[in-house]
C-alpha cells in the first residue's frame, strides 16, 4: 500500500473517483457558477416529509458547498434536481421500473444528470435520502467518522456533475453497530453516519438471541407449564442464564408459534421476526429432544414452523432469522423453510466447522445466508491499535466480497464506538459494503481519507495510520506510542491554523493517550480519560465500564470528581503531546531483514547443546487457533509426531486437530499430506506425515481454539519462527529455546510481551534479566565480544519474544535449528576459514 500517493487534482474538483462500477456518464449540468445557483432542488406536489426532508438536506449542503442559497420548490421533474419517488414525478421517461414493494430491492435508485438539471429518484424513501448522499459524496462532501468533528464540506464555488448510473447496494442488510450500544450523546452522530454512508438494514433482518423475549412475553403461560423449558440434568431450568426450550413439545412450538404470529400482526411492516436462541448451553436433554436430531435441527424445526405461520397472515413475504452459532452452527439434516435466513457467526463455530463449511453446509440445506462478523469486541481489543479486525481495511477488502461470493447477502458487524483505532477500517467496510468494486480501490479510498480530512498534513497521518494498521501487526510498546505521539505532532505542526484539521489530529492525540496510560499499566487512569472523553468516540467508554472489573478497577458507580470534568481544553491538548513525546522514546536500533528459505545448520559445525524446552500448550490466533512450524527432510520420506488435542477442555466439541504439510516444491500449492485423525480428547496419538519432497516444509496445525501439543523425534529438525509477522513463538509456559547469532551482529534487539526469563550468550553467561523489561516493549543488548557466530538462547520464559536484529527462528537445539539460507552459507565459509 503506497499510504503517501495522493491523488488530489480531480477529486477536489469534482468530488472523487466514481461511486460504483463503471458508469456511462453522459451530460455534465452546472449546479452552480461563480457561487451562484443553477438550478433548484425540485419535489413533487405529493412528496412525503421524509423525501421533503432529504430534498431541504440536499439544498442546505449544495448552498454549503458553492457558498450560496438553492431553493427547493415543487414542480415535474423535468428541469431542476429532481428527488422523489419514481411516483412523485410521473411525467418523468426514465426506463427504470423501480419495484417498492420487493423487500430485497427497496434501495434502488437512480442518479442521471440531463440538460436542464439532474433526477435523483429511489424506490422508496430510503432510496431516495441514499441517491441525495450519493449525489453529494461525488461533489466531495464526506462523514467519514460520526459527528461533526469528521464532516468534511469542500468549497467549490463553481460546482458541476456529470452522472447516470442506476444504484443498488451488494448487500439487502449492513449494519456496523456498536456492542454494549451507543452513549446518549454519541446516538444521532452513529445513525447520521450510518445513513450517509449508506450502511443502514433496507431489508430489516432480526436475527437476535430472542428465547428470553420469548418466555418474559409468556411469563404465565411457562410458569403454568415448566415442562416447556429445557430439562438438564434431570431439572427443568426455568431460571439463571442460557434458558432453554425443549422444542420436542408441540405445546411449547404452539405458545411460540402464536406469539411470533401476534408480534408480526401488531407491527405488520416488520420484515422479519428473531428465532435464534439464547446464547450458551443447557439445551435439553429429553428423549424427546434428542430424537429430534442435532442441536442445529431443533433450532430450525422451530424456526420453520414460525415461518409457515406467518406467511400464512397474508402480509406478504415475511423472514424469520437465526444464527448459525455456537451449538446451532452445525449445517441441519432437514431442510430449511426458503423464508428463513441463517447468519453465520464468524466465530464462536463449533465442531471444526470453517465459516466457509458452515456457510456452505446451511446453503444445501436451502438457506439464505447472511454473515454475522467481529468487526471490534471490547473484551478482545480493548480499542488498542490493530487488534481488533476493524483496524485492518484490508480484511474488509478480503472477506466482504469472499461472503457475497458465497451467495451471502445480509451482513451484520458488531463493532465498537472507537473511531480512534478502527474508524478507517469502518469507514473501507461501509464503502465495500455497498460496492463490491470498492474492494479494488482501497488504497483510493485510503488516499481521498487521508487527503481531504487532513489535507496539508496528509502524509504524517498516513504515517500514523500506518503505524495502527492491523496488517502491519503493530508491537504495542512505548515505541508504538512515541510513533504515533510524533506523526501527530508532525501532522498539527502542518496544519496550523486549521481549525477543522486540528480537531481531528487533537480527537487521535487524546486516543493515543488512552494507549499510553493503558500501557502504563493504569487501568483506572485510562478508564478515567475515556470517561472524558467518551463524547468523542475515540474509544469506547460505555462498552469497557461493565468490564472494568476485569482489569481490577473496583468502582461500582463513576465517580462524582469524573462527572465534574469538562472535555480537554486545546492548551491541555497540546501538553499532553508535549509529555507524551518526551516520556516515549523510539528504539534506537535498526531492524535486519532475513529470508523465509531456511536450511540446516550442519555447515556451521555449532556445539551440541542441551536439549530446550517447549513448555505446556500452544497459543491461539486467527478464526481458529493454530500455529506454523518449519521442518526440513533431507530425502523424501516421513516425520511422525506425537499429537494431542483438546488441552482446554471446556472447548472440545470444537473438532479434530487438522494438521497439513506443505512443500514449496508442490507446484499445486497442496498440502502435500494431510492428517485429522486426532479427536479432541487430551489423549496423546501418533501421526504420520508423508512426503514425496526432500527439503525444507511448513508444518500448519489448527484446531478450533482448544488448544493442541506437539512432538517430535528428537533431532527431527523443527523451528518456530518468531519474527513481528509470526507474533512470536506460539508457546504458553515456561519455555527454553536457542537463537543464532551471526558473526559481525553488534546487538541482539527485538520484543517481548511478558517480563519473563533470561537471555544468555553463547557462553552462557546472562547479558539481559528479561524480568526487569518494562513491558510489552522492546529491549536492546550489545554483543560482547567472542559471543557472535554463537547459539544464544531464551532461559524459562513465559513470554512471547520476536527477534528484530537476528534471524528470528527459535529451536529446542542446534539439531533441529534451521537458519536463512544467506545466513549459513555465509557463516559456513567463515567457519571453514
Known amino acids: 500500500m503506497n499510504w503517501a500517493r495522493m491523488l488530489l487534482g480531480v477529486w477536489l474538483l469534482l468530488g472523487a473517483f466514481p461511486a460504483s462500477g463503471a458508469e456511462a456518464a453522459t451530460v455534465e449540468v452546472w449546479l452552480a457558477r461563480d457561487g451562484r445557483a443553477q438550478q433548484a432542488v425540485v419535489i413533487g406536489e405529493r412528496a412525503s416529509g421524509r423525501v421533503r426532508a432529504a430534498a431541504e438536506e440536499l439544498a442546505d449542503y449544495l448552498g454549503r458547498i458553492a457558498g450560496t442559497e438553492f431553493a427547493v420548490q415543487q414542480g415535474d421533474g423535468a428541469s431542476g434536481l429532481a428527488v422523489g419517488v419514481l411516483t412523485d414525478f410521473p411525467a418523468l421517461a426514465t426506463g427504470v421500473a423501480f419495484d417498492p414493494a420487493d423487500p430485497l430491492r427497496r434501495e434502488q435508485y437512480l442518479l442521471r444528470t440531463h440538460p436542464q438539471g439532474a433526477w435523483l429518484l429511489g424506490a422508496t424513501e430510503l432510496a431516495v435520502e441514499h441517491a441525495v448522499w450519493d449525489f453529494l459524496y461525488r461533489l466531495g462532501y464526506r462523514q467519514f467518522f460520526p459527528g461533526e468533528k469528521w464532516e468534511v464540506v469542500p468549497t467549490l464555488p463553481d460546482l458541476r456533475l456529470a452522472v447516470d448510473c442506476l444504484e443498488a447496494p451488494a448487500y439487502h442488510a449492513r449494519r456496523i453497530w456498536y456492542g454494549h450500544g451507543p452513549l446518549p450523546s454519541r446516538v444521532e452522530g452513529h445513525r447520521q453516519w450510518s445513513a450517509r454512508n449508506r450502511v443502514v438494514q433496507g431489508f430489516r433482518l432480526h436475527s437476535s438471541h430472542s428465547y428470553e423475549a420469548i418466555i418474559a412475553a409468556n411469563r404465565q403461560a411457562f410458569e403454568a407449564r415448566p415442562e416447556f423449558y429445557a430439562l438438564v440434568d434431570g431439572q427443568r431450568r426455568t431460571t439463571g442464564g442460557d434458558i432453554k426450550f425443549c422444542i420436542s413439545n408441540p405445546d411449547l412450538r404452539k405458545l411460540v408459534v ?321 509529555a507524551g513525546i518526551e516520556a516515549n522514546r523510539p528504539v534506537e536500533f535498526t531492524p535486519v531483514a532475513f529470508s523465509q528459505d531456511l536450511v540446516p545448520v550442519t555447515p556451521l559445525n555449532l556445539p551440541e547443546m542441551p536439549t530446550g524446552s517447549l513448555g505446556d500448550l500452544y497459543q491461539r490466533h486467527g478464526r481458529q487457533g493454530g500455529f506454523d512450524l518449519v521442518t526440513w527432510l533431507d530425502e523424501p520420506g516421513e516425520i511422525e509426531l506425537q499429537v494431542t488435542g483438546g488441552l482446554i477442555a471446556h472447548y472440545r466439541d470444537r473438532g479434530h486437530v487438522k494438521i497439513n504439510l506443505h512443500s514449496p516444491q508442490e507446484l499445486t500449492l497442496q498440502p502435500v499430506a494431510h492428517d485429522e485423525s486426532v479427536p479432541p480428547d487430551g489423549q496423546e496419538r501418533t501421526v504420520t506425515l508423508r512426503t514425496p519432497h526432500a527439503g525444507l516444509h511448513r508444518l500448519e496445525l489448527r484446531d478450533g481454539g482448544d488448544a493442541s501439543r506437539l512432538v517430535w523425534q528428537d533431532g527431527q529438525p523443527m523451528t518456530l519462527p518468531c519474527s513481528p509477522e509470526s507474533g512470536g513463538p506460539p508457546v504458553h509456559g515456561a519455555w527454553t529455546l536457542y537463537f543464532y547469532v551471526p558473526r559481525g551482529t553488534r546487538e541482539v534487539a527485538g520484543y517481548l510481551n511478558h517480563a519473563s526469563g533470561r537471555l544468555l550468550d553463547g557462553a552462557g553467561a546472562e547479558v539481559l534479566a528479561l524480568t526487569e523489561i518494562e513491558v510489552p516493549g522492546y529491549f536492546n543488548v550489545p554483543v560482547p565480544e567472542g559471543q557472535d557466530g554463537q547459539l544464544w538462547r531464551v532461559e524459562r520464559s513465559r513470554a512471547r519474544l520476536m527477534l528484530m536484529t537476528v534471524p528470528p527462528y527459535l529451536a529446542r537445539n542446534e539439531r533441529e535449528l534451521l537458519l536463512p539460507r544467506e545466513v549459513v552459507e555465509a557463516e559456513s565459509g567463515k567457519a571453514e576459514r
Not at 282 to 311: F, K, Q, Y
Not at 457 to 481: M, T
Open 258 to 578: 402464536d406469539h411470533a404470529v401476534r408480534e408480526m400482526q401488531a407491527s405488520p411492516d416488520r420484515d422479519s421476526i428473531s428465532m435464534d436462541p439464547s446464547d450458551g448451553g443447557n439445551w435439553c436433554e429429553c428423549r424427546p429432544c434428542a430424537a429430534m436430531g442435532s442441536i442445529s435441527d431443533r433450532v430450525l424445526t422451530l424456526a420453520n414452523e414460525v415461518a409457515e405461520a406467518i406467511n400464512a397472515l397474508e402480509l406478504g413475504d415475511r423472514y424469520v432469522g437465526i444464527y448459525a452459532y455456537g451449538f446451532h452452527c452445525p449445517p441441519p439434516s432437514i431442510e430449511v423453510h426458503p423464508k428463513v435466513i441463517v447468519s453465520a457467526t464468524a466465530g464462536f463455530l463449533r465442531g471444526g466447522y470453517t465459516l466457509e463449511q458452515v456457510i456452505r453446509g446451511w446453503q444445501a440445506r436451502g438457506a439464505v445466508m447472511g454473515v454475522y462478523d467481529y468487526f471490534s469486541v471490547m473484551p478482545w481489543d480493548w480499542d488498542m491499535p490493530g487488534q481488533a479486525r476493524a483496524s485492518r481495511p484490508w480484511y474488509m477488502a478480503e472477506t466482504i466480497p469472499e461472503f457475497h461470493g458465497m451467495n451471502v447477502r445480509f451482513h451484520d458487524a458488531e463493532s465498537s464506538d472507537n473511531w480512534g483505532p478502527n474508524g478507517l477500517g469502518y469507514y473501507v467496510a461501509a464503502r465495500i459494503l455497498w460496492d463490491l468494486d470498492q474492494a479494488d480501490r482501497v488504497d483510493e479510498i485510503i488516499d481521498d481519507f487521508l487527503c481531504r480530512a487532513f489535507g496539508p498534513a496528509r502524509e504524517p497521518l498516513a504515517e500514523f495510520y500506518r503505524l495502527i494498521d492491523g496488517d502491519n501487526r503493530p508491537l504495542l510498546s512505548e515505541n508504538l506510542v512515541g510513533r504515533m505521539y510524533r506523526s501527530l505532532a508532525e501532522g498539527r505542526r502542518r496544519a496550523a491554523g486549521d481549525h477543522s484539521i486540528l480537531g481531528r489530529i487533537d480527537d487521535l492525540i487524546l486516543y493515543t493517550r488512552y494507549v499510553e496510560r493503558k500501557l502504563q499499566g493504569d487501568p483506572l487512569g485510562a478508564l478515567r480519560h475515556c470517561h472524558r472523553i467518551r463524547d468523542g468516540g475515540m474509544v469506547h467508554f460505555r462498552a469497557m465500564w461493565p468490564w472494568r472489573h476485569a482489569h481490577g478497577v473496583k468502582l461500582e458507580t463513576i465517580p462524582n470528581d469524573w462527572l465534574q470534568e469538562k472535555p480537554y481544553e486545546p492548551a491541555e491538548i497540546v501538553a499532553m503531546l508535549e
